[in-house]
């Protein structure tokens, strides 16, 4: 749909509405993740998010890129995510052996055991401000 083009009976008051409730509600669910998942299990939003993703995916891994998609950072900002799992023993980096400029991003033991332990607070934080 074209910027300019609204649709019929929507106004910009409404659309502008909606967008702020939007807002209100991702920083509403996204601060109680934060702070629970800190809390409990000592890793934020994004670190959950990828840990959740590297858990789901094949064989424990996935390309760099796939992952920087899956977390909706940055390049620059997913290197230094993965970085600081990487620090904490969450995650190890390989060496892609079909091509050598591709990084594989895999789940260590204690990034699935991390990700088994906090998923039941994800969810519940999820039910409470989105249920």
Request: aromatic share 4%.
């Amino acid at each position: 749909m074209h910027a300019s083009v609204r649709p019929v009976g929507v106004t910009e008051e409404d659309l502008l509405d909606e967008w702020h409730a939007l807002l209100a509600r991702h920083a509403t669910v996204c601060g109680a993740l934060e702070a629970e998942l800190r809390r409990r299990h000592d890793i934020g939003v994004t670190e959950f998010e990828a840990l959740e993703r590297l858990a789901t995916g094949p064989q424990g891994k996935c390309r760099g890129v796939e992952l920087t998609e899956a977390v909706h950072l940055s390049q620059s900002a997913a290197s230094r995510l993965v970085a600081r799992m990487e620090r904490d023993g969450l995650v190890e980096r390989t060496a892609c052996t079909d091509d050598r400029r591709a990084i594989f991003i895999a789940l260590t033991e204690a990034g699935r055991q991390r990700y088994i332990e906090a998923k039941p607070t994800q969810r519940a934080v999820l039910a409470a401000t989105m249920g």
